[in-house]
């Protein structure tokens, strides 16, 4: 009987409605370095939003990965748990062993249009079963399960059929 190995990735969508503090501290810190970084891109302050400033300098997609440095310490903070993604019965909160950052949207003039999403990329997971909107999911060293429910912001990135 072969296994079948996923690995998922969990969307955090983070925009100035956020009430956490984590939320909070990334959106601030990650505006501010932004508009810091966006700088170079647009020296000339000619475009306002993130999609215009990439549109006319493509070498600006680098903002996403440049403007993630200042929120490092925050998801360093969380230990490699993924916010808010806990099995069905609350016990089991999934961990994560990379993330990646994205700049959404943004306006060098209107702070509230600043929306960042961190992608959390699980290491591999056993996958049982699909029960409906549920997978049942295992741990690599252990006979233990647990289910998920699949969310909008919960995909999977990666399938592997194993002998």
């Known amino acids: 009987m072969s296994k079948i190995m996923i690995r998922l990735v969990i969307r955090q969508l983070i925009d100035a409605t956020g009430t956490t503090p ?58 490699k748990l993924v916010p808010d993604t806990w099995d069905t019965l609350g016990n089991i909160q999934l961990s994560f062993d990379r993330h990646q950052f994205k700049i959404i949207a943004s306006d060098t003039q209107d702070r509230q249009a600043h929306k960042v999403a961190i992608l959390y990329y699980t290491a591999p997971l056993l996958l049982h079963s699909i029960i409906g909107d549920y997978l049942l999911l295992g741990f690599q060293d252990t006979t233990d399960t647990f289910t998920l429910k699949l969310r909008e912001d919960i995909s999977i990135c990666n399938y592997e059929e194993l002998a």
């Open 22 to 79: 984590f939320a909070k501290q990334v959106f601030h810190d990650s505006y501010e370095e932004f508009l810091l970084q966006s700088q170079v891109y647009n020296q000339a302050a000619q475009y306002r939003t993130f999609a215009e400033i990439v549109a006319q300098q493509p070498r600006a997609n680098s903002l996403h990965y440049k403007t993630g440095f200042a929120v490092g310490l925050y998801i360093q903070s969380l230990n």
